[in-house]
């Protein structure tokens, strides 16, 4: 009874831990196996630890030249994205203008719409317009999927914002600028970071899209759907595991931040 009683108690915090347990399995997995020397083409069974792969990362053919050029497509579409989805929320909580309803709308459509049928119609599109599929088929099309969710996050934080505080610049003799950056973009940035965070992530992570757009260009995640059809290198792991290392400092650099500007507001 005492047990029953036990778990009763902290059954939220149990819930919790074992689903966020659930989620973390496959990163489990993908770390192991970095470490893993296997024997055929193939990176499904364990055969012996090694180190070798995180020693050399780069040891498969292409696989950090499509890495590279998908952090730097992510990188382009992150940037495009955040600047037009910042200017698209404040436009949209600031200012009211004909149309401002059914273009509330439409910003979730690419959220909504499956990616295969973004996909095969911006194919068309791009095959209309008679453009050379590759690298800037790509970025258009990342910039694209990528604004509504910058919109979404950049938009929720715009509307949380106190609007005296503007006001309360202005009456102190500040410009439009000024108050600008100095009053309204601190207070949006954990927004506008957060968006930016999210567009880099989906951007990266993108395949169907791409797969559609990229003509005979290869990106990290076709690297990585084209060696599992003819075997999985080790190095994919530890590419896999380095860049969820990296998200995870981001985080936790971000709450510490985050901790310590409220400890000195306290």
Known sequence: MAFVHWVKRRLVVIAGLLTLGYLLLPNVV???????????????????????????????????GSLGLSLQIAAWATLGATVLGTMIAFALVRYRFRARGAVNSLIFLPMAMPE??????????FLNLGA????????I?????????????????VMSMDPRLEE??????AGPVQTF??????IAAPGIAAGALLAFALSFDDFIITNFTAGSTVTFPMFVWGSAQRGTPVQINVIGTAMFVVAVLFVLAGMVIGNRRTRQKA
Not at 116 to 125: C, E, F, R, W
Not at 142 to 152: A, D, E, W, Y
Not at 168 to 173: G, H, K, S
């Open 30 to 64: 993908v770390t192991v196996f970095s470490f893993n020397d296997p024997k055929g083409r193939f990176n499904y069974e364990w055969q012996k630890f090694s180190t070798d792969a995180w020693t050399d990362p780069c040891g498969v053919a292409d696989l950090c």
């Open 181 to 186: 950056v100095r009053v309204t973009l601190p």
């Open 141 to 157: 099309a990342h910039i694209m999927f990528c604004l509504s969710f910058v919109v979404v996050a950049v938009k929720a934080r």
């Open 116 to 125: 295969v049928v973004m996909a095969a119609s911006l194919l068309t599109l």
């Open 132 to 139: 050379q599929l590759g690298f800037w088929t790509i970025l």
């Open 168 to 173: 309360a610049a202005r009456d102190l003799y």
